[in-house]
């Protein structure tokens, strides 16, 4: 085992609760976790199997990923890029490139596009039918709420003029009632990937690897896979088992409104085996049991707002009779989220429009007072939940999350004014609740523990341009731009804090997220210190190494 030392820069020890910097001018930690800080690491030298020179750079405690669909993100690149188009003609052209380099591919799966290249969000199977010929083609648009095919895609799957909109989804049509080629929600886009042929086992855990050793260059240690299917926990548990996992993950089991009666049995069984196999593999390090989790259970409360799938509290601005697409029924949300909750998951709840968010905090609500009905001599223990996104946030709910303990995630590369809130988001919630968004100062200010995630791939896994945008709310692009809903900027500290102890609150482990003696070494080595570059400057930072329970990931 490694003894590693590290002097000759600065070792930010943790961010404490009241926002202030403890720091540090040496550090030495091995599998166990860290050892010791200051003087009493610089003494460790001698012993050290490793001495690392941070050449004036900084030792911080890793980032982690607090919502990520990093198998989604990896597979992307198994398919054509038009992720990298810059517009509809870009798009295309990227899918005619793919089909000629793989001219016996039965079907065309990519993702993921960017859904502002079409007025409305409205794509038509046509644009692709030139390219593809009639190769089955199904594109994700990056918020993979939505998927966009060509017409040999809807023969296939049996899409036409006859075929109803599913219950929790849509089928966008052409005036005649004919499908265009756009299916919103997950209802509509299943009817798809029933019959698109699935990815097999050994490219998920390809991408896995993939993944994971992609965050592990940035420095990152966690990640919250926030979608997982229970056949999903096969691919993480083979990459687990051939040593292919470089972060550590834990994974979401997704609630089926349909079906969600008989998942809490499955669940624990699916939890059970990777707690064994973790355990089995990783259980001797500080903090190693935990490397792969299935802790947690997610909720779609309802979509997105660029398809007016989010649910509001007052109709959509451009659709004075739409109120959005929830997925659960108040009384059953409730009685789900007490079901999974008495089995022990914590809870993951995806909520974008303002009435979304209520509804969550609500059925949060409504468990906080089942447990304290329990025995007041043995309270349960309380498991910090989560509610991910909270785009639209209703003023009166602001100080909800501190009053019952919920943990606000927040993709902070998105509270910036860029095409997607210009062209897709403002025009369909409309000026007046322009400013409810993103609130994460005045969530932050609320007492609330706040943590940050990416949702990658809809947006970029790098926690670096997304800690520069939760302080300044502009992108780190244009360091002249102006801030977006100035006030609710936070500082480097707060930021920071969200990516480390805000993610071990939501990890629920009490090792990690600060670099104390004691805790597991799970640390990242920059070229300088996040909190005193200049914010704009803090996406060039560089991650010159990583390490995951001492072990050197980068
Ligand atoms: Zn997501």
Redesign the pocket.
């Known amino acids: 085992m490694t003894l590693t030392v590290c002097t000759g820069g600065t070792v930010l020890v943790g961010i404490t609760v009241g926002g202030t910097r403890e720091l540090s001018s040496a550090i030495a930690f091995d599998h166990t976790g860290v050892v010791a800080l200051g003087a009493d690491a610089e003494a460790l030298r001698e012993q050290a199997d490793e001495m690392i020179d941070l050449k004036g750079g900084t030792l911080a405690p890793a980032p982690g990923d607090g ?3 990093p198998v989604l993100g990896a597979l992307e690149a198994a398919g054509p890029a038009v992720r990298q188009a810059e517009d509809l003609a870009g798009i295309v052209t990227a899918v005619a490139e793919w089909k000629a380099a793989n001219p016996d591919a039965a079907w065309i799966v990519g993702g993921s596009y960017d859904a502002t290249f079409a007025p409305g969000g409205r794509f038509d199977a046509r644009w692709l039918d030139e390219a593809t010929g009639d190769t089955p083609t199904v594109l994700r648009s990056w918020d ?1 709420h939505t998927a966009w095919v060509n017409t040999a895609a809807l023969d296939a799957a049996g899409i036409t003029a006859d075929t109803p909109d599913p219950e929790l989804g849509r089928i966008l049509r052409r005036e005649d009632g004919r499908p265009l080629g756009t299916l919103q929600e997950a209802a509509a886009n299943d009817l798809l990937t029933n019959v698109a042929p699935a990815f097999t086992l050994a490219q998920r855990v390809d991408a896995v690897e993939r993944a994971t050793r992609e965050y592990a260059a940035i420095g990152m240690t966690w990640v919250q896979d ?2 997982v299917e229970p056949a999903d926990v096969e691919h993480y548990l083979a990459a687990a088992e051939q040593g292919r996992l470089h972060t550590r993950v834990n994974l979401a089991l997704r609630a089926d409104p349909a079906s969600w009666r008989d998942q809490p049995a499955e669940f624990t069984a699916q939890r059970a085996r990777v707690r064994e196999l973790s355990e089995r593999l990783y259980g001797t390090v500080r903090g190693g049991a935990s490397r792969l989790s299935a802790d947690t259970v997610k909720f779609f409360i309802d979509g997105v707002i660029e398809n007016h799938t989010a649910a509001l509290s007052a109709p959509y601005a451009d659709r004075p009779d739409d109120l959005g697409l929830p997925n659960w029924q108040r009384d059953e949300l409730r009685e789900a989220v007490a079901a999974f909750a008495a089995e022990g998951f914590q809870l993951h709840l ?1 909520a974008i429009g303002d009435a979304a968010v209520s509804a969550a905090l609500d059925a949060l609500e409504s468990l906080g007072a089942l447990e304290s009905r329990g025995n007041p001599e043995q309270p349960a223990a309380h498991t910090p939940h989560v509610i ?2 909270v785009a639209m946030l209703h003023p009166k709910d602001t100080a909800r999350f501190a009053e019952l303990g919920v943990i606000a995630n927040f993709e902070p590369y998105w509270a910036q004014c860029d095409a997607v809130m210009r062209d897709l988001t403002i025009p369909h919630i409309g000026h007046g609740r322009e400013g409810w968004q993103y609130l994460i100062g005045s969530v932050h200010n609320s007492g609330a523990t706040i943590s940050f995630g990416s ?1 990658w791939p ?1 947006t970029t896994k790098d926690w670096r341009p997304a800690l520069s945008t939760a302080i300044t709310r502009h992108s780190h692009l244009e360091p002249q731009a102006e801030a977006w809903l100035p006030d609710e900027r936070v500082s480097a500290e707060t930021a920071y804090a969200a990516y480390t102890t805000g993610i071990a609150a939501q990890a629920q482990a009490a090792d990690r997220g600060t670099l104390h003696v004691g805790m597991a070494a799970d640390a990242v080595w920059l070229s300088a210190n996040p909190l005193t570059v200049d914010p704009t400057e803090i996406a060039s930072i560089l991650v010159n190494g990583t390490w995951l329970a001492g072990e050197r990931t980068h």
């Open positions: 919502h990520a669909h993979y926030a979608w995806h991910a996104h949702d809809v």
